[in-house]
């Protein structure tokens, strides 16, 4: 996508985006190199094109990548959780490819390429390295899908033990959720989208959750620890974990945590606690 000119020098109108996000923010976000974003919700089924896809179209952000680990302080059902998931972002499932075959018969298409499977195994070794990371999972489905997931599987080695655990684009959405279940749900959750060139878009992975807008009852603990990430990809650690201790004691002390994390807290006291504990 691109401005073009008219033949008498002045500048045409941009491509539309096909969805609700504008060229000017994409255009932003191409010239910082870096954002962080909430959740924007897409309507089903009216011909809308996905909001989050067209973002990572439209910026080659591909691949998602979101650390679980466990909160001191705040009980689940596991105890020391720490893995990382690392998800292709532009292909597989999710790659927007339909057409009717017949009337009542509508085909999907799963696209795998070699290029994109190299591109985000070879990022999760690098993540994996400069994390201090030891393995690296596939995550496949390779006995039943031999071409598509058989192709994505010839390219990483897949250990017995999760640490750092790559796979294509839908079984990255259903695991991450899965291993968000793990330390206590998406509502505290971080993510960060890694494109070409050092691109990055952190962002709140869980629904934008119309029922209680405007009601002073979110928890906006994903969305600070995806800043914290995005504070981590500028090398700004200092800042990074000053926010990320605040966050963390404040959910471990119990006194302001918000509705889905058992206390009664609004969104205000939840705030105000993490700015008293900077």
């Known amino acids: 996508m691109g401005r073009t000119f008219c033949g008498d020098g002045s500048r045409s109108q941009p491509p539309r985006t096909q969805s609700f996000l504008t060229w000017e923010s994409l255009e932003s976000l191409r010239r910082n190199g870096i954002g962080l974003k909430g959740p924007m919700a ?19 952000l591909f691949a998602n ?41 509508v085909e999907s298409l799963k696209v795998i390429t070699r290029q994109a499977s190299l591109r985000v195994a070879e990022y999760a070794f690098h993540y994996a390295k400069t994390h201090g990371r030891e393995r690296v999972s596939a995550i496949h489905k390779a006995n039943i899908m031999r071409k598509t997931d058989g192709l994505f599987l010839k390219l990483v080695k897949n250990p017995a033990l999760f640490d750092v655990l790559v796979m294509p684009n839908l079984y990255g959405d259903i695991i991450s959720d899965l291993c968000a279940g793990l330390i206590g749900g998406l509502g505290i959750t971080p993510s960060i989208n890694i494109g070409e060139g050092g691109l990055a878009l952190a962002e709140a992975v869980h629904g934008s959750a119309p029922d209680i807008t405007g009601k002073n009852l979110a928890n906006p603990t994903a969305l600070l620890l995806s800043a914290v990430t995005m504070l981590q990809h500028l090398n700004l650690t200092d800042k990074a974990d000053r926010i990320h201790n605040a966050v963390l004691k404040t959910i471990a002390e119990g006194k302001h945590r918000t509705a889905d994390l058992g206390g009664k807290a609004t969104t205000t006291n939840f705030t105000n606690a993490v700015c008293d504990n900077l």
């Open 65 to 105: 990548v979101r650390p679980f680990y466990s909160i001191p302080g705040y009980k689940t059902r596991y105890d020391d959780v720490n893995l990382v998931t690392i998800r292709e972002n532009t292909e597989g499932e999710y790659s927007d490819l339909e057409h009717q075959v017949v009337r009542g018969v």
């Open 42 to 60: 897409t309507p089903i089924g009216k011909g809308h094109r996905s909001l989050n896809l067209t973002l990572r179209k439209e910026l080659g």
